[in-house]
Nanobody, 121 residues
Framework: QVQLVESGGGLVEAGDSLRLSCAAS????????LGWLRQAPGKEREFVAA????????DYADSVKGRFTISRDDAKNTGYLQMNSLKPDDTAVYYC??????????????WGQGTQVTVSS
């Protein structure tokens, strides 16, 4: 069993930056693909970004490409999502998740509880 805890969300203005963190415990997540997904009010949950277990391969949703960067520090069992040039459309609850089959877009096996990101215009 793996527990994931997100942090770093908050209320920011358009154009600002935030860095989300995802701390894993219970089992090392070194061999898992790490993903970030988000869900805005009234919308379905959507894929944001993912990084392979070796940190070499990444994938991004078109809506965040060039603005968001996913990374991981396996020594710390922690993943990150650096979000720059934030837009009001980025407002959502952000979840980190992991899966063991090497699929960027899931399905994911373990999920965090989510962290709220609100971007004001």
């Amino acid at each position: 069993q793996v527990q994931l805890v997100e942090s770093g969300g908050g209320l920011v203005e358009a154009g600002d930056s935030l860095r989300l963190s995802c701390a894993a415990s219970g089992r090392t997540f070194r061999r898992y693909t790490l993903g970030w997904l988000r869900q805005a009010p009234g919308k379905e949950r959507e894929f944001v970004a993912a990084i392979r277990w070796n940190g070499i391969g990444t994938d991004y949703a078109d809506s965040v490409k060039g603005r968001f960067t996913i990374s991981r520090d396996d020594a710390k069992n922690t993943g990150y999502l650096q979000m720059n040039s934030l837009k009001p459309d980025d407002t959502a609850v952000y979840y980190c998740a992991i899966e063991s089959r090497g699929n960027y877009r899931g399905p994911y096996d373990y999920w965090g509880q989510g962290t709220q990101v609100t971007v004001s215009s």
